[in-house]
């Protein structure tokens, strides 16, 4: 799927955990160095939405492309 996989992981580390959206679109992963990052699996494209999470808790809602997870300090919803 990714060509180099030292260039999908240089600036996020190792993934601690990840959700799979119901469709299999999107994953969100949570990193050891507490950054979050979504993929779009068709585009094949990957973006850091934020940089101090909790790394056990992406989570997708069941049935849509909305996810949630903690942060340092909240509760935040990613609604696509």
């Given amino acids: 799927m990714y060509e ?9 580390k190792g993934v601690r955990n990840l959700s799979i959206s ?3 679109r999107y ?3 949570a990193h050891y160095g507490k950054k979050l990052v979504l993929w779009d699996i068709e585009k094949r494209t990957k973006t ?3 940089e101090r ?3 056990n808790s992406p989570y997708f809602i069941p049935n849509s492309h ?7 300090i909240m509760l935040c919803i990613f609604k696509m």
């Fill in 22 to 24: 119901s469709d299999g």
């Fill in 27 to 29: 994953v969100v992963s």
């Fill in 4 to 12: 180099n996989r030292h260039d999908v992981f240089s600036s996020t």
């Fill in 53 to 55: 999470v909790n790394t």
């Fill in 66 to 72: 909305d996810f949630m997870w903690q942060d340092k």
């Fill in 48 to 50: 850091v939405l934020a």
